[in-house]
Nanobody, 128 residues
Framework: QVQLVESGGGLVQAGGSLRLSCAASGRTWSIYHMGWFRQAPGKEREFVTAIAWTSGSTTYADFVKSRFTISRDNAKNTMYLQMNSLKPEDTAVYHC?????????????????????WGQGSQVTVSS
């Protein structure tokens, strides 16, 4: 299995920036894709962005609009989410996720069911 631990959340004013980290441990050699989701109170978990672990190919949700950047450091088994120009509506718990192996499951990369492992989440609060 793979264990994921997020860090870097906190309180920031609108227009500010934060960088989240997601450190993976365990069977990291099996990671195929990693992604970020977020969940605001009373709302469903929402896809933010994902990155292919080997190629570095990225996918972003439309609402990101170049404000967020996903990256990874394979040597450190760590994924990052740089968030700029934050808005109050970005307030949520941000979760990282990992898909292990490249077995086809039929779920798109932007859906929670695509992923096999999840972190506990990191709170991001943006004040107006």
């Amino acid at each position: 299995q793979v264990q994921l631990v997020e860090s870097g959340g906190g309180l920031v004013q609108a227009g500010g920036s934060l960088r989240l980290s997601c450190a993976a441990s365990g069977r990291t050699w099996s990671i195929y894709h990693m992604g970020w989701f977020r969940q605001a109170p009373g709302k469903e978990r929402e896809f933010v962005t994902a990155i292919a672990w080997t190629s570095g190919s990225t996918t972003y949700a439309d609402f990101v609009k170049s404000r967020f950047t996903i990256s990874r450091d394979n040597a450190k088994n760590t994924m990052y989410l740089q968030m700029n120009s934050l808005k109050p509506e970005d307030t949520a718990v941000y979760h990282c996720a990992a898909k292990l192996g490249n077995k086809y499951t039929g779920y798109p990369v932007g859906t929670p069911n695509y992923y096999d492992a999840w972190g506990q989440g990191s709170q991001v609060t943006v004040s107006s």
